[in-house]
């Protein structure tokens, strides 16, 4: 096992691209189960800090270690098999989510979890229940874990099948391989109806695979993976719409929304169209900084909207039905661009991604952290909320861009402070972002995780006696309160325990 003891060597460690920024003694490269087994045995003993680490694509600080020793998996990157009868992989937690999807790609198999950032672990996915554009049709990365083995803080193993194990109401039971039973209650507390990453997942009865994913590697450290894999859908249409005024291009969601959702309901071979499994979108802000980049979008575009659909049948029929949605809503057609061809629709990605990067990329070169939204709130409140959000950040003359999943009402505010100062406005505005999408039945974490960045607003959305319980379901798996510390909630939740 390979160690490094000198931060010189492990920097690119010690932050992650929110740009959060920590420290440890060392870091250790574990090449087995078994080697990682002895290490977290020796580390639990001593009660020594451990933060397991990711490929450093997240924003919310989560794998940044506040003291103690790093783990990091990346040796763990094998797919260990795919079995296209059953439709599924069997893959380590360190593989690459894009090499799983080209290897699944290449079988005529299907993973559509589709986080922005497709060089991530596939571990680290299912740590924070990652989503991202087809989360609209397929739903986040929980929908796709058929099964985990996972190694505890104490080097005790479970394997976990889903439909295997079930909570009888409040009272849960796992064992290990060892044999040893763990008893435990689920704590009650009511989960927002839309995306939401935010904490624990605890219901009655629930499938118990499900509280280990979105745990934020705070309940034990995932070593093998079983994923669901669908069918490679035959056409994919995809399509980037300018729109000359914002309302238009809202209305045009709206409808494909409420269009899509009806056609789920019917029976598709009569109604095969319109049926999106992307509705993204971008405002004139983001469209300004993407402009550099793209000199091709459309002047005096006030607004833009990437769609795709998958689909079986007759590809005029579906890309007419499309073009007559977004004339209906004023989008000059001409300027749609349309992608049927798969390097094409690659583009319309990498146009859809750059977005991201280059927000990171602007904050990072201001030495700042970065302060984006990723609220969610109910399809009904949605765009009174989007209008309330936009007034905020444009009375307060903060320079910002709007982009993100309008399918699910998920929009990313993402404030660009030029300083510190401005970076201290930011964060005041961003809190009373996250604490109105509480007041209307919302989530502060549609698909990133709490992290470290975000443990403060979970308690404007939890109050302080649910964090506690939340705390008392850690110590059931991490007695020693050595995991992840600091990830959804602060230590200091641990210490009335």
């Given at each position: 096992m390979i160690v490094k003891t000198d931060p010189a060597e492990f920097?690119?460690?010690?932050?992650?691209?929110?740009?959060?920024?920590?420290?440890?003694?060392?870091?250790y490269f574990p090449e087995s189960e078994i080697e990682l087994v002895e290490l977290l045995k020796k580390l639990n003993s001593r009660k020594i800090k451990t933060t397991i680490t990711g490929n450093g694509t997240g924003l919310t600080g989560a794998r940044v270690p506040e003291g103690g020793v790093v783990i990091s998996l990346e040796k763990f990157n094998r797919v260990l098999g795919v079995n296209g009868k059953e439709m599924y992989a069997r893959v380590q937690p360190a593989v690459i989510l894009k090499e799983l999807q080209d290897y699944a790609e290449s079988v005529k198999l299907f993973y559509p979890p589709d986080p922005t950032e497709r060089n991530c672990y596939v571990g680290a996915t299912v740590a924070t229940n990652a989503s991202g554009a087809r989360t609209f049709k397929y739903g986040a990365t929980r929908n796709f874990v058929l099964g985990l083995r996972i190694v505890l803080p104490d080097g005790e193993i479970i394997t976990i099948e889903r439909g295997n194990n079930f909570a009888e109401g409040s009272t849960a039971r796992l064992n290990t391989e060892n044999g040893r039973e763990i008893l435990f209650s689920l704590p009650a507390y009511k989960m927002p109806a839309t995306k939401n990453t935010a904490g624990y997942?605890?219901?009655?009865?629930?499938?118990?695979i499900d509280l280990f994913i979105g745990s934020e590697g705070t309940l034990g450290i995932i070593t093998e993976l079983k994923l669901k894999l669908i069918e490679l859908p035959?056409?994919?249409?995809?399509?980037?719409a300018f729109f000359l005024n914002e309302e238009d291009?809202?209305?045009?969601?709206?409808?494909?929304?409420?269009?899509?959702?009806?056609?789920?309901?019917?029976?598709?071979?009569?109604?095969?169209?319109?049926?999106?499994?992307?509705?993204?979108?971008?405002?004139?802000?983001?469209?300004?900084?993407l402009r550099p980049d793209y000199p091709n979008i459309p002047e005096n575009t006030q607004s833009a909207v990437w769609f795709e659909e998958d689909f079986n049948f007759n590809e005029?029929?579906?890309?007419?039905?499309?073009?007559e949605l977004l004339r209906k809503h004023n989008c000059d057609e001409e300027s749609v661009w349309l992608a049927l061809d798969k390097n094409e629709q690659d583009k319309f990605h990498e146009f859809r991604h750059a977005i991201s990067w280059k927000v990171n990329e602007y904050i990072s070169l201001r030495n700042l952290k970065k302060v984006g939204t990723d609220i969610a709130v109910p399809e009904k409140k949605f765009r009174l909320f989007y209008t309330w959000m936009k007034h905020?950040?444009?009375k307060a003359n903060m320079k910002y861009v709007i982009y993100g999943h309008f399918g699910d009402c998920h929009?990313?505010?993402?404030?660009?402070?030029?300083?510190?100062?401005?970076?201290?406005r930011a964060k005041a505005i961003y809190s009373e972002i996250c604490k109105e999408a509480v007041r209307l039945d919302g989530t502060i974490s549609a698909e990133h995780g709490i992290g470290k960045l975000k443990r403060d607003y979970l308690f404007s959305m939890y109050g302080e006696s649910v964090i506690k319980k939340m705390a008392e379901l850690k110590l059931v798996f991490d007695p020693n309160r050595i995991l992840n510390l600091g990830n959804i909630f602060a230590a200091e939740y641990l210490d009335g325990n």
């Open positions: 920097q690119d460690f010690l932050s992650d691209a929110s740009n959060y920024k920590g420290y440890a003694e060392s870091i997942f605890c219901a009655e009865n629930m499938d118990l035959k056409n994919v249409l995809s399509c980037v291009s809202l209305n045009f969601i709206d409808e494909a929304r409420s269009t899509t959702a009806e056609n789920k309901l019917r029976d598709r071979s009569s109604h095969p169209v319109l049926n999106a499994r992307a509705l993204e979108f971008f405002d004139h802000n983001a469209i300004e900084f005029d029929v579906v890309i007419s039905s499309w073009i905020q950040v444009t929009p990313h505010l993402n404030m660009l402070p030029q300083d510190e100062d401005e970076y201290k």
